[in-house]
Nanobody, 118 residues
């Protein structure tokens, strides 16, 4: 049974930083693409950042240069370092794991709320 646990959300002041973490279990972590997505009220879920098993990354246009995704395969962890946070970054952030070859899977964490406000 796959499980993704995402502590790390909370209230942050504009311009501040926060690191989200996601602990994964029940998957082939080292051969999976890990990602962070976010969803604000009334908006569609959008890609924040993604990192492949080989370490290749891609970012949503709104966070490029401010956010950094990384992974620790030894600990089955993926991180999202968020810097220069803006009020428009306020959203629920979801950890995601995908694998497109057998065994195929796509799992989501329960989400963690990040609120950027003074």
């Amino acid at each position: 049974q796959a499980q993704l646990v995402e502590p790390g959300g909370g209230l942050v002041q504009p311009g501040g930083s926060r690191r989200l973490s996601c602990a994964a279990s029940g998957i082939i972590f080292g051969f999976s693409t890990m990602g962070w997505y976010r969803q604000a009220p009334g908006k569609q879920r959008e890609l924040v950042a993604r990192i492949t098993s080989a370490g290749s990354t891609n970012y949503g246009d709104l966070v490029k240069g401010r956010f950094t995704i990384s992974r620790d395969n030894a600990k089955n962890m993926v991180y999202l370092q968020m810097n220069s946070l803006k009020p428009e970054d306020t959203a629920s952030y979801y950890c995601n794991v995908q694998r497109s070859s057998v065994p195929v899977y796509n799992y989501w964490g329960q989400g963690t709320q990040v609120t950027v406000s003074s």
